[in-house]
């Protein structure tokens, strides 16, 4: 069965850090994982997509790194901002299923 | 383009009332699904729907029902409530015609049963 670990849970920093959100899987065999971040009260907002066969995934300030063989991934943010305030949701697509199996997420907080 | 919308936002039964909750996608996307996101659990499939008049089980599917009469529209029912259907629900599409699209997602329905 596929399981999904996000550490830390909980992360402050103050602004202007680069900072990494790890995510772990347990098994290598998806077709995907995804990154998503979730505003208080609202729904989750893809960030990147990478494909098994990808390295990483770049938009803006994130970059996203895809180790399958480990059963690794993390979220680089570069210089954070208080606009980055959110809880970041990873999510793999395990493959011959159509579902994502989700972390809990990591909340981070980013003070001016 | 308004993408995914829920209907009702928020909304308090009391056990064994049952209600319907609305998924909307104006996406023209074949896959939409129902998670429930539970404190401390992430994420957890509902049922999921491939197209239009079909509907299957996910993970935590006792105790609802789904219909997907129309491909811009995806239901979910619960017949009688309990206090253990407490959480927030999301509804999610994408384009399954093509592999590697990410999942879009609505706002969320608060779900409080007493």
């Known amino acids: 069965k596929q399981e999904v670990t996000q550490i830390p849970a909980a992360l402050s920093v103050p602004e202007g850090e680069n900072l990494v959100l790890n995510c772990s899987f347990t098994d290598s065999a998806i077709y995907n994982l995804q990154w998503f971040r979730q505003d208080p009260g609202k729904g989750l907002t893809s960030l990147l997509l990478i494909q098994s066969s990808q390295r990483e995934q770049t938009s803006g300030r994130l970059n996203a790194s895809l180790d399958k063989s480990s059963g690794r991934s993390t979220l680089y943010i570069a210089a954070s901002q208080p606009g980055d305030s959110a809880t970041y949701l990873c999510?793999?697509?395990?493959?011959?299923?159509?579902?994502?199996?989700f972390g809990t997420g990591t909340r981070l907080l980013v003070s001016p | 383009n308004a993408g995914v919308t829920q209907t009702p936002k928020f909304r308090v039964l009391k056990t064994g009332q049952s209600m319907t909750l609305l998924c909307a996608q104006d996406m023209n996307h074949e896959y939409m699904y129902w998670y429930r996101q539970d404190p401390g659990m992430g994420l957890r499939l509902i049922h999921y729907s491939v197209g239009e008049g079909t509907t299957a089980k996910g993970e935590v599917p006792d105790g609802y029902n789904v219909s997907r009469l129309k491909k811009q529209n995806f239901l979910l029912g619960l017949e009688s409530a309990a206090p253990s259907q407490t959480s927030v629900y999301f509804c999610a599409s994408t384009d399954g015609q093509v592999r590697n699209q990410p999942q879009h997602f609505g706002d969320g329905t608060r779900l409080s049963i007493l």
């Open positions: 999510a793999v697509h395990p493959a011959g299923f159509q579902k994502l199996v």
